[in-house]
């Protein structure tokens, strides 16, 4: 079963950057559409943004647009989320998710996505 590990989360100020990486072992990742999502305290799960498995096409929540930036490096089997510009309704835990069905585009729709990382803290706060 495919297990995804996300990584490069943590503390960082108003204004400031993160990267995400979502890896998995024993499986390629660019078999899988991939998303991120995320979860404040007290709200639901949301999509931020997904990346089809040939990285033509992405797509971006509004709150993150221009700020987000997903991405591939199948020679890594990593796909990231380089998060600028953060803000403190960010404050999330970050999710990677993988989606196994066959089409040519991504979604950001929950119930697409057949595996699910463990969750990266990402808090900005000064």
């Known amino acids: 079963q495919l297990q995804l590990v996300e990584s490069g989360g943590g503390l960082v100020q108003p204004g400031g950057s993160l990267r995400l990486s979502c890896t998995a072992s024993?499986?390629?990742?660019?078999?899988?559409?991939i998303g991120w999502f995320r979860q404040a305290p007290g709200k639901e799960r949301e999509g931020v943004s997904c990346?089809?498995?040939?990285?033509?096409?992405?797509y971006y929540a509004d709150s993150v647009k221009g700020r987000f930036t997903i991405s591939r490096d199948n020679a890594k089997n990593t796909v990231y989320l380089q998060m600028n510009s953060l803000k403190p309704e960010d404050t999330a835990v970050y999710y990677c998710?993988?989606?196994?069905?066959?089409?040519?585009?991504?979604?950001?729709?929950?119930?697409?996505?057949?595996?699910w990382g463990q969750g990266a803290q990402v808090t900005a706060s000064s």
């Open positions: 998710a993988a989606d196994s069905s066959l089409q040519a585009m991504c979604s950001l729709a929950l119930w697409a996505y057949d595996y």
């Open positions: 024993k499986f390629t990742l660019d078999d899988y559409i």
């Open positions: 990346i089809s498995r040939r990285a033509d096409i992405t």
